[in-house]
């Protein structure tokens, strides 16, 4: 029996990058694609020239079986919200249209500490806003010269899982949609990926799997000092004010001082997301995905009140 194409979508911050570097490499009956050509097949073509043949190209692969993809930008970059949702609902439509049998493979994680940790990301790529500027940028925006549709930035309807989970089962068939919750991949790593391996007939060693995750993010001091040092850098990051570059400060900043500041036991507490979005935020996020996170927990048989999410 041929094995099939899997698809891994994202989310962002769910330890796709371990995936990618690390176990997806190591199993041995399937081929991985690396996520350059996975960004190049799906994400690079204007909505109307995209060619479902040419994408198969640059896939550079004999055949469309015993493949894993695995592209977090696939679901839509973290800090646009999928620009407005057109390009997560889009993309869906062109791994169907060029890998018609794939299986796809979501992991979701709750929406504070997914959140909080987006924003730490954002801080780590070069940004310098608060919490609040960042996550309600209209709220601060001329709206005359600012609407979400004109420049997307941050978007809570991205987190809303049962939003895009539902259109990839329209899409692809209920059965051929996997979804999985990051907090039982991170709290016993081992017994997670046991059943995973199991899940999708997987060759592979585990235990020569190195467990270390990668992006490991600062800490609550660093994190400030970071946003600081950000004012002196120019980085391609979506919404950000910098007074001027200095040349090497984004790079002394990531490689020197964060890292530095994050070893110093004084400097050492952690920047846990509640702590970092305050109640308020927190509140907002519980109030916003609750309805939405009970109906999937429902539909999907899901756990999710017993990992925190909000229900």
């Given at each position: 029996?041929?094995?099939?194409?899997?698809?891994?979508?994202?989310?962002?911050?769910?330890?796709?990058?371990?995936?990618?570097?690390?176990?997806?490499?190591?199993?041995?009956?399937?081929?991985?694609?690396?996520?350059?050509?996975s960004?190049?097949?799906?994400?690079?073509?204007?909505?109307?020239?995209?060619?479902?043949?040419?994408?198969f190209?640059?896939l550079?692969?004999?055949?469309a079986?015993?493949?894993?993809?695995?592209?977090?930008?696939l679901?839509?970059?973290?800090?646009?919200?999928?620009?407005?949702?057109?390009?997560?609902k889009?993309?869906?439509?062109?791994?169907?249209?060029?890998?018609?049998?794939?299986?796809?493979?979501?992991?979701?994680?709750?929406?504070?500490e997914?959140?909080?940790?987006?924003?730490?990301?954002?801080?780590?790529?070069?940004?310098?806003?608060?919490?609040?500027?960042?996550?309600?940028?209209?709220?601060?925006?001329?709206?005359?010269?600012?609407?979400?549709?004109?420049?997307?930035?941050?978007?809570?309807?991205?987190?809303?899982?049962?939003?895009?989970i539902?259109?990839?089962?329209?899409?692809?068939?209920?059965?051929?949609?996997?979804?999985?919750?990051?907090?039982?991949?991170?709290?016993?790593?081992?017994?997670?990926?046991?059943?995973?391996?199991?899940?999708?007939?997987?060759?592979?060693?585990?235990?020569?799997?190195?467990?270390?995750?990668?992006?490991?993010?600062?800490?609550?001091?660093?994190?400030?000092?970071?946003?600081?040092?950000?004012?002196?850098?120019?980085?391609?990051v979506?919404d950000?004010?910098?007074?001027?570059?200095?040349?090497?400060?984004?790079?002394?900043?990531?490689?020197?001082v964060?890292?530095?500041?994050?070893?110093?036991?004084?400097?050492?507490?952690?920047?846990?997301?509640?702590?970092?979005?305050?109640?308020?935020?927190?509140r907002?996020?519980?109030?916003?995905?609750r309805?939405?996170?009970?109906?999937l927990?429902?539909?999907?048989?899901?756990?999710?009140?017993?990992?925190?999410?909000?229900?």
């Amino acid at each position: 029996m041929p094995l099939p194409t899997l698809v891994h979508i994202g989310y962002h911050k769910t330890a796709t990058n371990w995936f990618q570097r690390i176990f997806y490499p190591a199993v041995s009956n399937y081929s991985y694609v690396h996520r350059k050509r996975s960004r190049a097949a799906f994400t690079e073509d204007h909505a109307f020239q995209f060619d479902p043949q040419a994408a198969f190209a640059r896939l550079e692969i004999p055949t469309a079986e015993g493949l894993i993809l695995c592209e977090e930008e696939l679901s839509g970059n973290l800090h646009n919200g999928g620009l407005f949702g057109f390009m997560s609902k889009e993309i869906a439509h062109r791994i169907k249209a060029t890998l018609p049998d794939a299986q796809i493979i979501i992991f979701i994680r709750s929406q504070t500490e997914m959140i909080g940790s987006v924003y730490k990301q954002y801080v780590k790529e070069g940004g310098t806003h608060s919490p609040r500027r960042y996550l309600f940028p209209f709220d601060s925006l001329d709206p005359h010269g600012f609407s979400p549709k004109k420049t997307p930035l941050f978007a809570f309807q991205h987190y809303d899982y049962r939003l895009l989970i539902n259109h990839y089962r329209e899409v692809f068939g209920a059965e051929r949609v996997h979804v999985f919750l990051y907090e039982e991949f991170s709290r016993n790593q081992a017994a997670f990926m046991t059943r995973f391996i199991e899940r999708f007939g997987f060759e592979v060693n585990l235990e020569a799997v190195p467990k270390t995750r990668l992006n490991v993010s600062n800490k609550k001091f660093s994190l400030w000092v970071s946003r600081l040092m950000n004012r002196f850098a120019y980085r391609n990051v979506i919404d950000k004010h910098y007074f001027f570059n200095v040349p090497g400060m984004y790079r002394l900043r990531g490689r020197v001082v964060a890292p530095l500041l994050d070893r110093i036991a004084f400097f050492s507490g952690p920047a846990r997301p509640r702590d970092i979005l305050g109640p308020d935020i927190v509140r907002h996020i519980e109030d916003t995905y609750r309805e939405s996170n009970r109906l999937l927990a429902e539909e999907l048989d899901l756990p999710l009140a017993k990992h925190g999410y909000p229900v």
